[in-house]
């Protein structure tokens, strides 16, 4: 069964919505420039809310060792993930599981570039942009390699309308969707998207 994460989540009410309709884990953005940012008080409060066996999962952007820290002492989230251009090393230094987000080109390398995560609990391959992801885009889902989907997290510009197309054709272990389940605002999650894309990847049959 493909798994499904919901980034992005700056409101309780999101979060226990993505909790209820089946999602099994959140995102928490910990990158101030991201309009889907949330302050540590914030998280904490998404957390806390949240029913259990909901994984949660803080996102950083080239990061300072001190702000990681902080959110791992009082946040406590399940995963790391990193957006940026964090080196393997950085990334397993904390002591806790990881996703590294890899931007996918047609052109470049994808083994290459996920040689050094060897590690990390899986790769999130997500559409190149400035703006280290959120940006509602897909890219060529046939530039993954078949050996690669197993750790595969796959994200960028999905929705409910493409999902369970990307599913079969990637078979992916999990999707990430953040702007594909928003309102007209971004980091305001509608229910009703959450609903409809939960329901297409279950329809997908992997």
């Known amino acids: 069964m493909t798994r499904i994460k919901i980034c992005g ?18 995102g928490l953005v910990f990158y101030p420039p991201s309009p889907r940012a949330v302050s540590v008080a914030a998280a904490q409060a998404i957390v806390t809310a949240l029913p259990p ?6 996102l950083f952007v080239n ?28 990334c397993r230094q904390f002591g806790v ?11 470049e390398g994808l083994v290459q570039s996920a040689a050094p995560y060897l590690d990390a609990a899986g790769l999130l391959l997500d559409t190149p942009t400035e703006a280290f ?7 060529d889902w046939s530039l ?3 050996e690669m989907a197993s750790r595969c997290v796959l994200a960028g510009g999905l929705n409910a309308t493409n999902v369970a197309a990307a599913i079969r054709q ?5 999707v ?16 009703d998207k959450i609903a409809a894309f939960i329901k297409e990847v279950r329809n997908a049959g992997i």
Do not use: M
């Open 9 to 26: 989540i700056t409101r309780v009410e999101d979060g226990l919505a993505c909790a209820h309709l089946g999602a099994d884990a959140i």
């Open 53 to 58: 066996f909901v994984t949660t999962v803080a």
């Open 63 to 90: 990061p300072e060792i001190a702000e990681v820290e902080t959110v791992l002492q009082t946040v406590r989230p399940d995963l790391l993930q990193f957006h940026g251009h964090e080196t393997a090393d950085f």
């Open 97 to 107: 599981r990881y996703l590294k987000a890899l931007p996918v080109r047609a052109g």
């Open 133 to 139: 992801g959120g940006c509602g885009k897909s890219f």
């Open 144 to 146: 993954i390699p078949a």
């Open 170 to 174: 990637v078979r992916p272990w999990a």
């Open 176 to 191: 990430d969707v953040s702007s594909g389940v928003e309102t007209d605002k971004k980091g305001i999650k509608d229910a």
